[in-house]
């Protein structure tokens, strides 16, 4: 039935411009296929009115969603070629070839195409043309070289024109012996030419060769064996690639002026970028030692001691020419980007450089150009534009995804001003290109729904519910590439979200699943920390106060939450063998020196504590890793130069001077913040005397259970008993034992006999260390370290609980035996013999239960076995 429609129904509302930019694949083909002719002239209108690029980019952006009907429709909005030219370059080749059907043109596929095969049982047939293919290549013996192998190749191709599947699987073998190559060669191939443009190899048998190989050759393009982007690329560079691609009607081939000098401009800036980040890296690296050489500093002392360093003499102009070259980079690529992609297809240089340059674009403050460039190349895999990135498609799924998808995270956050729901959605839409590139789910179920359900985790992320962020980082080591590119935005999502709210310790626990996933899971968190520091180096640029304070109220203290757990897993990870932790030790470093420098920008002086506590941990790890390899051409003179700069007292300078990097390693073993740690060394310089003087005086309080706020009173207490106990405590060091437990225990016996004052204010601060029951342990743990090694450590031990009946000293060893993991086996061991062993342990055992070692059901389960 035929419904009646009104003429008085009022028409819907034409779509704006603004609908279709971001639409979905559906929602872009409903809305055009729903226009009528009026529709379209507004429509027009509009996008005539739209600045030359504005325009340009819808187009781009619509001809990888449309379909061929739909794009057709278009031409009176676009112009007819500017259509026809956007989906030569991104539309798939399915919409691509219907879309020429559809406007008259023809594909090389139609025009090489064999005849239809009747409606039998292909499957069977083409397996059968594949077999007689791979019999025919061999018994031609076409994998040897010979020089007759380009026209045989031909003849077998001639043969069998009608049999798509063997003309297919006829090339691939051809491809893979290296006999293709030789059938394009410059000089003796098919395709070859004379100083006057004719073919070598002519007359009619060379015409009929290269009429068959053509033919097979379109074949293996419409099968999927050859690529229309790989012959696109072999053509640069090989005429007789070309001679082919103009044969099967490929367009957009050959190196053009605007191709060479784009690739020219590319490596120039390229290689300027380089270059000046190179030597931004150099003082970032004296930078990082001379803050390790500095000692403990205070916030307020970091940022100038940091400020200090880089408005040095010849500082500033380094650090600004990275920022100018990285800028200059981006602008260009923002002036020709539509050219630098044409020339992408036309070049497999440029498509190289184009790669190289998105990682360039991300380390330089530029992650969401790079993003929106990687989802243009991407969003299509089967255009001519995603056809020239095949080779690389492994490089540009994998580690630069994530690289760039963490850098555009942090670049969007800072420019909605720490609005995570905005910044989620803006990135959500610089997502969706790729949410049909079914190769980046290729380790997920659901296809498109793992598309979904990423988003849904980084939202739950984005609201402070870091179970969805452990939910990415548990799956890190096994997941998709997509997947992985969305852990890289939901880590820094994550960590505004916990400096917002103070949350920073459950997204440490949510995160250390990155650790279990190797280098890759560190490299992610390093990455994250990377461009953090990077948009703090940005927003310093040009000495715009505003823009750096910022940075500093939305993005250092997220910043200061990623440090954290990048050098956590860096610890955790640093004792094993083959992890390549440069990259992280140097991404630490970045993120060290814009959180000194945050700290003096932020409103009002008032410092987050996360901030403040990142730098600490900061500093400590970059001290456990590169502490040793102080550059010696760093002078003292110039060391303390930045430190008069920071505000450092002068004779505290001088004790710092001597104590270099083993002033971080004391302060943080007695609990000390910079301030304290000063303190102490402006009250005693002696202790700091030099690096040996320092782990005397820590060794010491240590053994005797000092805390953090008795250690300047410890001090003076010493000092009242000996002025010079400094170098007293340095001088014993060689009589001391090699053994823990054994030094302890006689530095405590050093303090009571020769510091009473001292001695007392350690016995009231930590009893336990101190009197019998002490000694009665320390007693247990040297016969344990000297009998628990032994082939017959059980009775050994055993032997000396039925020797030692004191309740302290048993509790210690059963104690020992469980820090070990050796205490069930021991008593296993023990019932064997029964009596005293037997009977020694047992009550060693209740001893243990009453000191709190272990509980009562452990206890009970252990006598069980004694028997």
Known sequence: MNAQVSAHRPFDPPPAVDTLQGASRDAANAAVAGMDAAAIDTLRSDVQALPASERQGLLNELVTRLDAGNLTRLHDVFGQDAVASAVDMRAPADVREAYQATSGGTTSAASTAGPALPPMDIARIEAQQRQRAQDDFAAAGLDTGAISGPYQLSELARTHATEP??????????????????????????????????????????????????????VAVERGVLSEGGIRHAAADNAGWADVAGRLGIDNVGRTQASSDAATTLESLGKDYDDAKKAVDKLDEELNTFLLRAGPLTPEQQADFIEAFRSAEGHAEVYAA????????????????????DSAIRDPAVAQQVVDMLGRLADSGHGEMALELLSEIGAAPTSALGEAFAAHAETLQGELFERISSAAAVEIVGKHEGDLDAAIAELKALFEPFKDAHSLFKNLKGGVDSFVEGFRLLEQAGDGNFDALKKLADGFADASPFQRALSAAGVVIGAVKAAENGSDGQY????????????????????????????????????????????????????????SATSMVLNAQKAGENHNVGFAIAAIGDAFSVMGSAVSAFPGGQVPGVLVNAIGTVISTLGGFIGDAIDKHQTREE??????????????????LFAGEKAHEVAADLGL????????????????????????????????????????????ALARSNPNFAWDLFGIQSALPTSPSDRDAMLRDYLEANYPQAFELAKAASPELFGDAAQQR?????????????????????????????????????????????????????????GKWAEAAASAIDDAVAAGVIDRATADSLKTTLG
Do not use: C
């Not at 491809?175 to 070859?192: I, K």
């Not at 060391?639 to 710092?656: K, N």
């Not at 247990?780 to 030692?804: C, H, K, Q, T, V």
């Open 165 to 218: 599947a063997y003309l297919a699987e006829l090339v691939r073998l051809a491809d893979d012996a290296d006999l293709l190559a030789s059938v394009v060669a410059p000089l003796h191939g098919l395709y070859s030419r004379d100083a006057g443009g004719a073919y070598a190899f002519g007359g009619a048998d060379g015409d009929a060769a290269r009429e068959a190989m053509t033919h097979a050759l379109g």
């Open 322 to 341: 990275e920022i100018e070259a990285g800028n200059a980079l981006a602008q260009y690529v923002e002036q020709h980007r539509d050219a630098l992609l």
């Open 508 to 563: 440490l626990e949510a995160v250390q699943g990155f650790a279990s996933a190797g280098e890759s899971g560190l490299n992610l968190l390093a990455g994250a920390t990377k461009h953090f520091a990077d948009a703090g180096r940005l927003a310093q640029y040009g000495d715009d106060a505003a823009r750096f304070a910022a940075f500093a109220t939305r993005l250092a203290p997220a910043l200061g939450v990623v440090a």
């Open 639 to 656: 060391l303390r130069g930045y430190l008069e700069a920071a505000g450092v007292a002068p004779d505290v300078i001088e004790q710092m």
């Open 673 to 716: 913040d910079a301030k304290e740690f000063q303190a102490l060394i402006a009250a005693h310089p002696e202790i700091a005397e030099s690096p040996g003087h320092l782990a005397a005086f820590a060794d010491l309080a240590t053994a005797a259970g000092i805390p953090s706020d008795q250690v300047q009173g410890f001090a003076d």
């Open 778 to 834: 320390e007693n247990a743990r040297a016969d344990y370290e000297r009998d628990g090694a032994s082939p017959s450590f059980e009775l050994a031990l055993a032997n000396n609980l039925i020797r030692n009946d004191d309740p302290a000293y048993r509790a210690e060893m059963i104690g020992l035996l469980a820090r070990d993991g050796r205490l069930e086996m021991w008593v296993d061991h023990l019932a064997g013999y029964g």
